[in-house]
């Protein structure tokens, strides 16, 4: 099993989301699954920041692993 903490921060709240989303379909597609929901954490006004972890369950690495 692979691990791995995707993330995406931006100042403006609905574009860091909209990434990670477009990230974790991404990754779903190469056959990670999401481990637990997201995490979100507001570092100030200009800094929002969502986390998802994912995991692998193969014997095989996956051909794309990101970040």
Not at 32 to 51: A, F, N, R, V
């Amino acid at each position: 099993m692979l691990y791995q903490v995707v993330w995406s921060s931006r100042a403006n709240p609905e574009k860091a989301l909209n990434e990670l989303i477009t990230e974790v379909n991404r990754m779903i597609k190469t056959g990670w699954k999401p481990l637990g929901g997201i995490s979100d954490m507001q570092w100030s006004l200009m800094s929002h920041t969502y986390h998802q972890a994912m995991i692998y369950e193969s014997e095989n690495k996956p051909s794309d692993v990101t970040r």
